[in-house]
């Protein structure tokens, strides 16, 4: 027996920190978890301390393993849970009434924030993020915008009617629309939606409201409730004048905030128009398309080359679509006929752990220079001695 054939281990890693695992729980569901996570794999040092209910010591490995706090927060409550423990103590407000005089602020500012204060209101400014780590140079004019990198690297542009995206693909034009700011830092160089806020709440008010001083400007200071399933309350400053979010963050350690925020000088319409060679979606998607059928050819050629031309399973041709392949020789890759849908990997044998990333590996097995898995995603079963004639036929078509 070789070293893969007798691991039993999981092929996922553990669920908590990314270590390798030992053993897989079962996570049961709770409706302060609104996540759904792909394994319940656990290494022996996170199963030790769900054990124990050690919650701070799982957060910490679970922060280290997962780059966003919900996750991590969600997988620490489930794997508690799955011992019997409860969930670690999360740091939220109860979200209270606004006592009347926060009432009568929050009356003036909710519409300021989504709507502005009636003239347009001109900004130039930078933003820093945490998330997406740096610095930014916004120019704001009505629904106008100016978003690029502090080196000058353009990120988007909107005349308020066409909204240009600068990506990797080259110049995307779209008509305008009044989300095209949402998420990342366009959170803060665009006023929020009203949508924005149907769709991932953090529109209730926590009092109180402070009056405050940011960036030499009369402003708000206060928090948005964090809905339930969101461990954190969101903080934030709000300008006076113009109702733009100039400072928002989270005890978890994401922060966004305006580094400078000029309002009232002239701008130039230019800035908010590309002249340059860009690409509608449609003419994006023939572009896609293009490549992608590009792609799975080379993915196909790669297959016959490496592993074998033209296989069989049942009598019925194999359709093969390459997901993952190495210079070692090394790939996964989903199988199908008319009738089956395995996933097939291989890499060359080894005795270290196996990441193939499955919920289940129903066939193990190694020949001489190969280690072989194969799992079953399909809804029907595959018939053993077909399998069987399978690896005959994967070990004698080898290059
Ligand atoms: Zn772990």
Same mark, same amino acid.
């Given at each position: 027996m070789s070293e893969w054939e007798g691991d039993e281990r999981p092929?996922?890693?553990? @669920?908590?920190?990314g270590a390798i695992p030992d053993r897989t729980v079962d996570l049961p569901s709770r409706p302060d978890v609104h996540l759904a996570f792909a394994s319940g794999a656990l290494c022996a040092e996170c199963a030790l301390l769900a054990e124990s209910g050690a919650g701070a010591g799982l957060t910490a490995r679970a922060r280290a393993n997962w780059d966003e706090d919900e996750p991590a927060q969600g997988i620490v409550t489930l794997v508690l849970a799955a011992f019997g423990n409860p969930p670690p103590v999360r740091i939220r407000s109860a979200p209270t009434p606004l006592s009347a005089q926060d009432l009568a602020i929050w009356h003036g500012l909710e519409p300021l924030m989504y709507d502005g204060p009636g003239p347009e209101v001109v900004v130039r400014g930078r933003i820093s993020s945490a998330d997406a780590d740096g610095e930014f140079v916004v120019h704001r004019a009505g629904n106008r915008a100016r978003l690029e990198r502090a080196?000058?690297?353009?990120?988007m542009r909107t005349d308020g009617v066409t909204t240009w995206h600068f990506t990797d693909h080259g110049v995307i034009s779209a008509p305008y629309r009044? *989300? *095209?700011?949402?998420?990342? @830092?366009?959170a803060l160089a665009f006023r929020r939606t009203r949508q924005e806020v149907d769709a991932f709440s953090f529109g209730t008010p926590i009092g109180p409201i402070e009056a405050t001083t940011y960036l030499d400007r009369p402003a708000w200071r206060f928090a948005f409730a964090a809905p339930p399933h969101k461990p954190y309350d969101m903080q934030v400053v709000v300008d006076a004048?113009?109702?733009? @979010?100039l400072d928002r963050k989270f005890a978890g350690g994401s922060h966004t905030r305006w580094l400078e925020f000029v309002t009232d000088e002239p701008s130039d319409p230019? +800035?908010?128009?590309w002249d340059g060679p860009s690409l509608d979606r449609a003419e994006l998607r023939a572009g896609r398309d293009r490549e992608h059928q590009q792609d799975m050819a080379r993915r196909a050629s790669w297959f016959a080359d490496n592993v074998a031309p033209g296989l069989t399973f049942a009598g019925a041709r194999l359709e093969v679509t390459l997901h993952e392949w190495d210079d070692d020789g090394s790939f996964q890759a989903s199988c199908d006929t008319a009738e089956i849908m395995v996933t097939l990997a291989r890499r060359p044998r080894s005795p270290g752990w196996w990441? +193939?990333?499955?919920?289940? @590996?129903?066939y193990r097995w190694s020949d001489e220079r190969w280690d072989w898995a194969m799992s079953n995603f399909g809804d029907e079963p595959v018939d053993p001695d077909e399998v069987a004639a399978f690896r005959r036929q994967l070990s004698s078509a080898g290059p």
């Amino acid at each position: 027996m070789s070293e893969w054939e007798g691991d039993e281990r999981p092929t996922q890693p553990c @669920v908590v920190c990314g270590a390798i695992p030992d053993r897989t729980v079962d996570l049961p569901s709770r409706p302060d978890v609104h996540l759904a996570f792909a394994s319940g794999a656990l290494c022996a040092e996170c199963a030790l301390l769900a054990e124990s209910g050690a919650g701070a010591g799982l957060t910490a490995r679970a922060r280290a393993n997962w780059d966003e706090d919900e996750p991590a927060q969600g997988i620490v409550t489930l794997v508690l849970a799955a011992f019997g423990n409860p969930p670690p103590v999360r740091i939220r407000s109860a979200p209270t009434p606004l006592s009347a005089q926060d009432l009568a602020i929050w009356h003036g500012l909710e519409p300021l924030m989504y709507d502005g204060p009636g003239p347009e209101v001109v900004v130039r400014g930078r933003i820093s993020s945490a998330d997406a780590d740096g610095e930014f140079v916004v120019h704001r004019a009505g629904n106008r915008a100016r978003l690029e990198r502090a080196d000058g690297t353009p990120i988007m542009r909107t005349d308020g009617v066409t909204t240009w995206h600068f990506t990797d693909h080259g110049v995307i034009s779209a008509p305008y629309r009044d *989300d *095209d700011g949402m998420g990342g @830092v366009g959170a803060l160089a665009f006023r929020r939606t009203r949508q924005e806020v149907d769709a991932f709440s953090f529109g209730t008010p926590i009092g109180p409201i402070e009056a405050t001083t940011y960036l030499d400007r009369p402003a708000w200071r206060f928090a948005f409730a964090a809905p339930p399933h969101k461990p954190y309350d969101m903080q934030v400053v709000v300008d006076a004048e113009t109702g733009f @979010v100039l400072d928002r963050k989270f005890a978890g350690g994401s922060h966004t905030r305006w580094l400078e925020f000029v309002t009232d000088e002239p701008s130039d319409p230019a +800035l908010f128009r590309w002249d340059g060679p860009s690409l509608d979606r449609a003419e994006l998607r023939a572009g896609r398309d293009r490549e992608h059928q590009q792609d799975m050819a080379r993915r196909a050629s790669w297959f016959a080359d490496n592993v074998a031309p033209g296989l069989t399973f049942a009598g019925a041709r194999l359709e093969v679509t390459l997901h993952e392949w190495d210079d070692d020789g090394s790939f996964q890759a989903s199988c199908d006929t008319a009738e089956i849908m395995v996933t097939l990997a291989r890499r060359p044998r080894s005795p270290g752990w196996w990441e +193939l990333g499955w919920s289940t @590996v129903d066939y193990r097995w190694s020949d001489e220079r190969w280690d072989w898995a194969m799992s079953n995603f399909g809804d029907e079963p595959v018939d053993p001695d077909e399998v069987a004639a399978f690896r005959r036929q994967l070990s004698s078509a080898g290059p």
